[in-house]
């Protein structure tokens, strides 16, 4: 599987995009195939000072949960309030209308030290070795 | 099923994969997850008529003298009640109430067939030879036997013109011998949706023409293939047991709310002591049936409170597309089992709030009484 080489990955299968100084997060279009129909993503409130790596909100799929981790640390300035009525875009379009949150990040360096999509690539190949 | 090395295939698994579909190692075999996705296939089952490969559920062939005796002895059902033509649901348990598992038992005019999880097919298996009586054949043939369920409102219709016409007449639980889609096959009116529908058992060497046939006349009716993940969201939101999460050998019948397939008055059978013993001195807990409040759902293990008090733990949760709401079972002290009883279940570090209400959780389906 091909994954957007113009963002970055985690190894917890979220992606960001740096853009105009903040970042984008949203899970992978592995992630969402392993996850099946999401049916509720549960997100933080606005100004929620978030830490790298540590689960920020719960996407819930028909058949199973995961959490959501941040790929960078910062404050949450932007949530998707259209997943709220429409969970299921997160399977329809991950890394467009199905993003979840936007952080201003508290570090500028930490979006460089993420993944890319060659390296993600791998770690999924890993994963299913 | 323990299992070493590669799963083994069915005889669908060709067009699971031309399909697209995921696949997954379950009871040994590589089974699929979904085709396209959860919802869609539970809906179309819910709506129209889907199809599922469940080859690996185990068959075993029973027959001789004492055939039918030894499975009425091994069973919590009342196997020699039953008619020619007929299937029931039954518990097996230890003679300590405890359930080995939950199975079929189908009465031919010669013979008898026991459908059992593929999961448990290994431990089912060595648990009945031990008991099996001189001059009584007990043979496993799930390697010989391909099994395909037809699931939904429409199913018969699909069916109409590629069986005999007497399976379209048939009532729920009873079946027959006939040919479907040309392949010699049992045609057994049963499933584990909820809706009407049917169960085709055949030789694997059938496989091609009976897939392809019931997708060719399906397509009118809107069939499509449905996977395991399906499955599970159609059969809970029935309150069907699944074996491994809401019984196992620490559970009994009677705790499960399957105490309708205990015959305590048949006769001797394995478990009948305990299970007299357990109804008598009343359950200490009960499995039931709880909505939750929210969109986040309830998991298998996930622990159960009432009034800050570890009460329970959850034995299957999901999503229930038909519903649009979570639901979930689990076992809890029998004083709370009361409708509209409210329970807290744990989810991470977050409290759902649930509600006990009667199964099945849907009550619209097209099954027949």
């Known amino acids: ?129 | 099923m323990p299992t070493s090395g590669a799963p083994k295939l069915t005889p669908f698994t060709a067009f699971h994969r031309a399909l697209g579909a995921k696949l997954v190692e379950f009871a040994g075999y590589e089974m699929p997850l979904r085709y396209t996705g959860d919802v869609r296939e539970h809906l179309c089952v819910r709506n129209a008529v889907g199809l599922f490969d469940i080859t690996h559920m185990g068959e075993y062939h029973v027959a001789g003298p004492g055939a039918g005796e030894f499975i009425h002895r091994s069973v919590t059902n009342d196997v020699l009640g039953m008619q020619v033509g007929q299937a029931i649901y039954s518990a097996m348990c230890r003679p300590d109430g405890g359930i080995v598992d939950d199975l079929l038992v189908y009465r031919f005019p010669n013979r008898w067939m026991m459908v059992v999880n593929g999961a448990t097919n290994a431990k089912d298996y060595a648990w009945l030879k031990s008991q099996v009586p001189a001059g009584v054949e007990f043979r496993d043939v799930t390697e010989e036997t391909a099994l395909l369920a037809l699931q939904g409102p429409r199913a018969e219709h699909v069916l109409r013109g590629h069986v005999p016409d007497a399976a379209l007449d048939l009532g729920f639980y009873r079946f027959l011998e006939g040919n479907a889609f040309g392949a010699p096959a049992v045609i057994s009116r049963t499933g584990y949706t909820g809706e009407d529908g049917f169960e085709l058992y055949f030789a694997p060497r059938y496989a091609p023409q009976v897939w392809e046939g019931l997708l060719a006349a399906g397509a009118p009716h809107g069939l499509e293939p449905v996977g395991l993940a399906a499955r599970d969201t159609l059969r809970l939101e029935m309150g069907y047991m699944l074996y491994g999460n809401d019984i196992d050998e620490r559970t009994t019948p009677l705790e499960a709310g399957i105490g309708w397939t205990v015959k305590l008055k048949k006769g001797d059978f394995v478990g009948r002591e305990a299970l007299l013993r357990q109804k008598e001195q009343g359950l200490a807990r009960k499995l039931v049936g709880f909505t939750v409040d929210g969109r986040r759902v309830p998991r298998h293990d996930m622990n159960i409170e009432s009034g800050g008090r570890a009460v329970g733990r959850v034995t299957s949760g999901t999503f229930s597309p038909s519903l649009e709401r979570p639901i979930g079972m689990g076992y809890v002290e029998t004083a709370l089992d009361r409708p509209d009883g409210s329970l807290e279940v744990l989810a991470g570090g977050t409290r759902l709030d649930a509600r006990i209400v009667p199964r099945p959780f849907w009550t619209r389906g097209s099954r027949r009484a």
């Open chain 1, 1 to 129: 599987m091909a994954y957007p080489d113009d963002i970055r990955y985690t190894a917890e299968h979220e992606w960001a995009r740096l853009e105009k100084g903040l970042v984008t997060v949203g899970i992978t279009s592995y992630a969402t195939d392993q996850l099946g129909d999401v049916v509720f993503v549960e997100l933080p409130p606005l100004g929620r000072a978030l830490e790298a790596m540590k689960a920020f909100g719960v996407v819930e799929a028909v058949k199973t949960v995961s959490d959501l981790f941040a790929p960078v640390a910062g404050e949450v300035v932007e949530v998707n309030g259209a997943l709220a009525g429409n969970p299921a875009l997160v399977n329809q379009d991950p890394y467009g209308a199905g993003w979840m949150v936007r952080i201003r990040p508290a570090d500028a360096q930490q979006y460089g030290r993420l993944m890319s999509s060659a390296d993600y690539a791998k770690h999924v190949e890993a994963q299913h070795a």
